[in-house]
């Protein structure tokens, strides 16, 4: 199968590191300006799960926000605003940290997925913020988070393990009805990361990896970058023009800065050294430790069990829908 041997890697452009040198120096001018260093004291916490954060937010398609946010608002029972709020702020500097060092170093990825999906993705966070987000229990919040991408691990296994799927380095020419599709993609994903401070870059990546048989190689630094793009619109929308970011979020922001400006970018450097197959079992192994934790903490009952169920089968069928559209389109072509 394609993809079990180790690409050629390419080699870290050291150029590529000065904006990220440049962005610690002028967070730590702050700091000594302003005197925050105390903040350690009381949110160390933050620092220490944005370590792990970082690292998965440049090594997968799931950004930091996917580790801050069922860790924020299920360990440490932080509101979901706040954790959203948060997850943005810090991948909008974590995030565009790691892709600056795919876009320097010229790591493969695909601007036919990114270009729409990241359009779309804009207007979709911003559509979210105001006509979703406000109607949208705490506790499903949370749940959907989780639910809604094991079903596409499922899924994903399902078509690489038991389908054992061929990949493509490249996408096709893409017709018109497929661009639009790209851009409704990126608005869903765009709506998921309003609410949750991620999901442009999962939701974009399954819909991709399984619609167009991209390999996860190419489409897991292709969805860094379309993050990035997201959660500086979403961060600079709380901050600038809703201005709903508070002080408690802005003390986790700092205390995480530092590491993510590091961890992000070694986590990108980091999977482009890997496999396919080695990329593919990162993935499932997050998305299987977010479900169950969240069940341990959480214990969903009633009509939130009912929501959990329903959001897994609905995921199941979605996602796969993709897979027969997919092998339809081969057989046909």
Known sequence: MKGKGKSKHIKLNARSLVPIVILLL????????TNQWALFKDNWFMSVTMIFGSFIAGASSEGGG??????????????????RNFSLAIQSVGMTAAALIILRNKYPIEYKYLVPA???????????????????PASFSKMLFVTFWLSFGVILFYINVV???????????????????????????????SILGSGLDIFSFAYITIRYQLSEKVATPTSVVAMAINSL???????FIIQD?????????????????IGAPMGAYYI????????????????????????LIIRPKGMLLLFTVLVFV????????????????????
């Open 233 to 239: 619109v979403g961060f600079s929308l709380h901050y």
């Open 66 to 83: 996917a580790i801050a946010f069922p860790v924020m608002t299920l360990a440490y029972d932080i509101m979901p605003d706040t954790a």
């Open 163 to 193: 389908f054992r799927r061929k990949v493509l380095e490249k996408m096709p020419e893409l017709s018109g009805i497929e661009l639009f599709m790209l851009l409704i993609v990126g608005f869903s994903g765009g709506t998921l990361s």
């Open 314 to 333: 609905f995921g199941l069928l979605f996602f796969y829908a993709f897979t027969r559209i997919s092998y339809w389109i081969r057989r046909s072509g």
């Open 118 to 136: 990241s359009i779309g993705g804009g207007i979709g966070i911003i559509f979210g913020t105001y006509f979703i987000v406000p109607y949208v």
């Open 272 to 295: 482009n050294r890997q496999t396919r197959d080695f990329v593919s079992w990162l993935l499932y192994i997050i998305i299987t430790i977010q479900f169950i934790g969240a069940l």
């Open 26 to 33: 002028l967070w730590m001018i702050y700091m000594f300006d």
């Open 245 to 261: 970011f508070a002080q408690e979020e802005f003390n986790y922001w700092l205390v995480s800065i530092p590491v993510v400006l």
